[in-house]
Nanobody, 129 residues
Framework: QLQLEESGGGFVQAGGSLRLSCTAS????????IGWFRQAPGKDREGVAC????????IYADSVKGRFTISKDIAEKTMYLQMNKLKPEDTAVYFC??????????????????????WGKGTLVTVSS
């Protein structure tokens, strides 16, 4: 069973940058599509960015396009979310997730029509004005 653990959350000033990391417990991260999600207070969980299993597609939510970048390092068993030009609206608990299906992140939507296979516990990002 794949286990994921996020790190790198914290308190950031508006306009600043932060990089979130998510480390996998096994050596097969290359077998999965990966995604970052977030949930702000009083709001539903939403997809932020995803990278397909085969690496062909990368999709970002409209709200973060041009500011966030998703990536992974297979050798280090780690996925990343680089967040630049942060806004107070980005304040949320951020979750990493993985899914073994080729269909994940294969179309135009960053939000899957099904549940992800594996989830991290989340890390809090707070952006001050």
């Amino acid at each position: 069973q794949l286990q994921l653990e996020e790190s790198g959350g914290g308190f950031v000033q508006a306009g600043g940058s932060l990089r979130l990391s998510c480390t996998a417990s096994i050596f097969t991260l290359d077998y999965y599509g990966i995604g970052w999600f977030r949930q702000a207070p009083g709001k539903d969980r939403e997809g932020v960015a995803c990278l397909s299993k085969g690496g062909e597609n990368t999709i970002y939510a409209d709200s973060v396009k041009g500011r966030f970048t998703i990536s992974k390092d297979i050798a280090e068993k780690t996925m990343y979310l680089q967040m630049n030009k942060l806004k107070p609206e980005d304040t949320a608990v951020y979750f990493c997730a993985a899914d073994g299906r080729y269909s994940y992140c294969s179309d135009s939507s960053v939000n899957p029509e099904y549940g992800m296979d594996y989830w991290g516990k989340g890390t809090l990002v707070t952006v001050s004005s």
